[in-house]
């Protein structure tokens, strides 16, 4: 069975530091890995896509890494901002089949002033 | 100008009714999701539309149908409610290839009492 594992489940950082979540996966082969950050009582919205060649991703202050061969990725996040306050959630869509996405639970972060 | 739009935003009805959420997307893509988020922010695909072709449709109750009218709109209608329904609701949008971004509605919160 296709699982997506985040941790940690929540993370609470002052404004301006630097933070890491994490995400594992069992999805094998996959197609591709996304992050996206979730505002509360928003929808989700793109940070990163990764296809499997691909280990490193950036957008501004987000940057996903991704190692297949461990199966796992990272969202690292420099110089937090009080907007950064949010749901991180990553999505694994297996190759081939019926390309059914996996969600993990989300990290929920919290940037405090 | 809204990519992708859901309404209603707020949905409160009784067991047993029949509703309907639409959905529409101006960005030109050529799929379309629907996703439902529990009470413990955990999102799940229910169904994917391609060129009004159905070509994900994860196990959903067959009390929830999509209906896609053209390629801007695939709405969701539900039959029989149920208290197990309540959840929020969210449309997204992508191109055909899967490793693009995908575009979500703000959601739409049901409740059902």
């Known amino acids: 069975k296709n699982q997506v594992e985040q941790s940690p489940q929540s993370l609470i950082i002052l404004e301006g530091k630097n933070c890491t979540l994490q995400?594992?996966?069992?999805?094998?082969?996959?197609?591709?890995l996304r992050w996206y950050k979730q505002d509360t009582g928003r929808g989700p919205v793109s940070l990163t896509i990764m296809t499997f060649s691909e280990n490193t991703k950036s957008n501004g202050r987000y940057t996903a890494t991704l190692d297949a061969d461990t199966k796992q990725s990272s969202l690292h996040i420099t110089a937090s901002q009080l907007s950064d306050s949010a749901s991180y959630i990553c999505v694994v869509t297996p190759s081939g089949g019926s390309y059914i996405p996996t969600f993990g639970r989300g990290t929920s972060l919290i940037v405090h002033p | 100008d809204t990519a992708v739009s859901q309404t209603p935003k707020y949905l409160v009805t009784q067991m047993g009714n029949d509703k309907s959420i639409k959905c529409e997307q101006n960005?030109?893509?050529?799929?379309m999701y629907w996703y439902k988020q529990d009470s413990k922010k955990f999102l799940k695909i229910m169904f994917s539309y391609n060129n009004k072709e159905l070509i994900i449709n994860e196990t959903v109750p067959n009390r929830f149908s999509p209906k896609s009218p053209d390629k801007a709109h695939l709405n969701l209608h539900i039959n029989s409610l149920e208290l197990g329904d309540s959840a929020v609701y969210f449309c997204?949008?992508?191109?055909?290839?899967?490793?693009?971004?995908?575009?979500f509605g703000q959601g739409t919160r049901l409740t059902v009492v």
């Open positions: 960005l030109g893509h050529d799929t």
């Open positions: 997204a949008s992508s191109g055909r290839d899967r490793n693009t971004e995908a575009f």
């Open positions: 995400c594992n996966y069992t999805v094998s082969p996959f197609s591709n």
